[in-house]
């Protein structure tokens, strides 16, 4: 039974999946939007929003917190806390979009595609 599992594994280990969801919050920082498979993206959301919600705090532990969940890339966390932060200060929620893009025809899983972007 899978109670109070509620996270997604997507067949990797516990190491490489935190790896995986880092890489793609680093990807959706740098470029604010990004095609990935749509479960990723569903699992990428909330931890984008929580990152943006500290980053609101603009403090320094803030600051400190979400460099080292950005594999301490300073570069990153300022544009995280100076640029992007700021457009959702009259905002309570909601700040990433995922759209439905088809299906995945080059690889021939046909796993359905999304894009994740910020608003």
């Not at 920082?29 to 749509?38: S, Y």
């Not at 909601?94 to 088809?102: A, D, E, F, L, Q």
């Amino acid at each position: 039974m899978r109670h109070h599992n509620k996270n997604k594994k997507f067949g990797r280990q516990a190491g490489t999946r935190e790896a995986l969801m880092r890489s793609l919050v680093l990807s959706l920082l740098t470029h604010e939007k990004i095609m990935t498979t749509e479960a990723k993206a569903k699992a990428l959301r909330p931890v984008v929003e929580k990152m943006i919600t500290k980053a609101m705090a603009g403090d320094i532990p803030a600051v400190r917190i979400i460099k080292s969940r950005l594999y301490n890339n300073a570069d990153i966390a300022s544009k995280l806390v100076k640029d992007i932060a700021p457009r959702y200060k009259e905002r309570k929620g909601g700040y990433t979009r995922i759209t439905k893009i088809g299906f995945r025809s080059g690889r021939g899983d046909a796993s359905p595609l999304a894009t994740i972007e910020l608003i």
